[in-house]
């Protein structure tokens, strides 16, 4: 049995989260920017689909990237190279969400509903949700976005219109990380195709420890809108 949460209710402590499944810690609520913000600095995100209520979820170990912890292979990094695509931060926010959401190969529906889409949104535009696209002559090639708080970058999913097109996307965010200010990505749930890419697992006591260290508030993140080509983020990191 899991809580149920009052609009506005305080969550449970992370530790009461379910081991099967993995890290569901609560539900109902709900997806106001105060919640939200609440949850993410506590390690909790919203996970559901429009046949549940908001469900909460905080899973261990949690799936994280650290400083150096990015690898692309040699393949990766030439077939970029040539490619040379354009970087764009917070461009087309509302682009990423939907193509995040758009039907993927092998999976029924999305979890990101009207509702989920219509918050991350609203976050974007107080300054706390962020996105990275990257872009060649046919548009937009792929991107992630999520939260940032603090010395954390939340992230909560990617897309590829190309091939490479989120690899790219994550590995210019980690590239430009140190100049965004932030230190930890949060990639939430561990899949074979993050640890290829040098994801870590990081226990529970140690992912809270590294919150409440790296968020010591949330403030809103302004992110440059500059443009960037990938050779161009290359010459800064020889290995993004």
């Known amino acids: 049995m899991i809580p149920w949460l009052p609009a506005g209710g305080?969550?449970?402590?992370?530790?009461?989260?379910?081991e099967e499944p993995n890290g569901l810690l609560a539900a109902g609520g709900d997806l106001s920017p105060s919640t939200l913000?609440?949850?993410y600095r506590q390690g909790i995100f919203p996970w559901y689909d429009d046949t549940q209520p908001i469900l909460w979820w905080s899973p261990a170990p949690r799936c994280v990237f650290r400083p150096g912890d990015l690898h692309l292979s040699r393949r990766t990094r030439r077939t970029l190279r040539r490619w040379n695509p354009e970087i764009r931060l917070d461009r087309d926010f509302a682009g990423v969400i939907d193509?995040?959401?758009?039907?993927?190969?092998?999976?029924d529906g999305t979890w990101i509903t009207r509702d989920m889409r219509d918050a991350y949104l609203r976050l974007h535009h107080l300054g706390h949700a962020h996105c990275v696209t990257v872009h060649d002559d046919q548009g937009l090639a792929g991107g992630i976005y999520g939260i940032h708080l603090g010395g954390v970058f939340f992230g909560e999913s990617m897309f590829s219109r190309r091939d490479n097109g989120s690899k790219c996307a994550l590995a210019a965010l980690w590239?430009?990380?140190?100049?965004?200010?932030?230190?930890?990505?949060?990639?939430?749930?561990?899949?074979?195709?993050?640890?290829?890419?040098g994801a870590v697992l990081m226990p529970r006591q140690e992912f809270q420890t590294a919150l409440r260290t790296l968020i010591t508030d949330t403030e809103p993140r302004t992110w440059p809108p500059v443009p960037v080509t990938w050779n161009g983020l290359a010459e800064r990191d020889r290995d993004p």
């Open 10 to 18: 305080p969550f449970p402590v992370v530790e009461e989260a379910l």
């Open 37 to 39: 913000l609440c949850a």
């Open 99 to 107: 193509a995040c959401a758009a039907p993927r190969a092998g999976q």
């Open 175 to 197: 590239t430009l990380a140190p100049e965004l200010g932030i230190q930890l990505l949060d990639a939430q749930v561990e899949n074979p195709h993050l640890m290829r890419l």
